[in-house]
């Protein structure tokens, strides 16, 4: 049971725009930055946004990241049939002392 | 272009030691702001941070683990290493190396291409 709460699942037709949450508590969304991971079956986990929303060189701006109180959102836009996979959010929880990641949301494009 | 490799055992046996090394090419750990970290991925379950060492060898762990593992740098080798000792099958997971902007989850940028471990007798 991860301290971060994601749907298990999101679906939306390609060309559209879809939004992912990822809720927490003020001990670690609410007062630390977030980061986006896409992984693909069988691969590693790539960065998709950090500091909340920020995105590192090569990724598209189809993608975005936001964050208010304590929730984040990965956003997509124009989708792919090729952002099929799965998506991580993760933090450093304050209480904890570590960090976290959401139990991930898998995206599926109709 | 950084690139991170883990190498070692693909089996353990239970209650003996996992242990992994990263090796990292393209760029020098200890020239870095970076902190070098360890995640492990159950098989067809999520991400678990295990923790993350800076190149002076400070240390942070997740308290889940903290009692078995262990993390070292070395310099000289441009090497950083996971111990994780009395194993169980639920330590049976891909064990990826990663590279993190700050001490954990900041922003992994490089990842290692993972290494599954299982651990059976």
């Known amino acids: 049971q991860s301290v971060l709460t994601q749907p298990p699942s999101v679906s939306a037709a390609a060309g559209q725009r879809v939004t992912i949450t990822c809720s927490g508590s003020s001990l670690n969304i609410g007062n630390n930055y977030v980061s986006w991971y896409q992984q693909y079956p069988g691969t590693a986990p790539k960065l998709l946004i950090y500091d909340n929303n920020k995105r590192p060189s090569g990724i598209p701006d189809r993608f975005f990241g936001s964050k208010s109180g304590t929730s984040a959102t990965l956003g997509i836009t124009g989708l792919q049939t090729g952002d099929e996979a799965d998506y991580y959010c993760g933090t450093w929880d304050s209480s904890l002392n570590a960090g976290v990641f959401g139990g991930g949301t898998k995206l599926t494009v109709l | 272009q950084l690139q991170l490799q883990e190498s070692g055992p693909g089996l353990v046996k239970p209650s003996e030691t996992l242990s992994l090394t990263c090796t990292v090419t393209?760029?020098?750990?200890?020239?870095?702001?970076?902190?070098w970290g360890w995640i492990r991925q159950p098989p067809g379950k999520g991400l678990e941070w295990i923790g993350s060492i800076y190149n002076s060898g400070s240390a942070y762990y997740n308290p889940s683990l903290k009692s078995r593992v262990t993390m070292s740098v070395d310099t000289s080798r441009n090497q950083f290493s996971l111990n994780l000792r009395s194993v169980t099958a639920a330590d049976t997971a891909v064990y990826y190396c990663?590279?993190?902007?700050?001490?954990?989850?900041?922003?992994?940028?490089?990842w290692g291409q993972g290494t599954l471990v299982t651990v059976s007798s």
């Open positions: 990663a590279r993190d902007l700050r001490v954990a989850v900041a922003g992994i940028d490089y």
């Open positions: 393209g760029g020098s750990i200890s020239s870095s702001v970076y902190y």
